[in-house]
């Protein structure tokens, strides 16, 4: 494997990383732009290992080994929910965090198809998410208000209409 394409890789997933942590920054987020890109790095690092690991031993790997990308995959899955888990916070029965758990998790999957040489697909990824995070946010304050004009009554960790806008993520 050529170093620069190696270079190249951890580059796109740190800068994809960044594109949504920035997202998550500017919303003041706990989790924000650093997070999001050692998440993203650090995802695509493990992929990489796990991809060239006979490549990087060369004579040195055990006889008649194989190496198992989707272990190191499910072990990243595995280990994002644990820091995800960080960031969801309840308080006074609102629960906040929950998007931005969402968002570390995507982009632990945007590190690891930047690792495999997805490149497409993690770029396409993160528009999507983007566009998620914040096109559908005025969606979600029309929803807010309609309810409240209609008088529903709000339930759990819906925030009330003076509440905090970020009580939604």
Do not use: Y
């Not at 994002?80 to 982009?107: E, M």
């Not at 930047?114 to 005025?138: N, S, Y």
Request: glycine share 12%; proline share 2%; with cysteine.
């Amino acid at each position: 494997m050529d170093e620069k394409l190696i270079a190249l890789r951890l580059g796109v997933a740190a800068l994809l990383g960044a594109v949504l942590g920035l997202e998550r920054e500017l919303r003041g987020q706990a989790a924000g732009l650093r997070t999001h890109i050692l998440v993203s790095l650090g995802a695509c690092l493990f992929t990489l290992a796990s991809v060239f690991v006979e490549w990087t031993l060369g004579s040195d790997s055990p006889k008649g080994s194989n190496a198992d990308i989707s272990r190191i995959a499910s072990q990243v899955v595995v280990g994002i929910g644990f820091l995800g888990a960080g960031a969801i916070i309840r308080d006074r029965g609102h629960v906040k965090g929950l998007t931005t758990a969402a968002n570390l998790w995507l982009t632990a999957s945007v590190g690891l198809a930047t690792g495999m040489g997805f490149h497409w697909a993690a770029g396409t990824t993160v528009v999507i998410a983007l566009l998620a995070l914040a096109g559908l946010r005025p969606v979600e304050r029309a929803i807010r208000r309609h309810r409240i004009k209609r008088g529903l009554k709000v339930e759990g960790s819906i925030p009330s209409a003076s509440d905090d806008e970020d009580a939604w993520d």
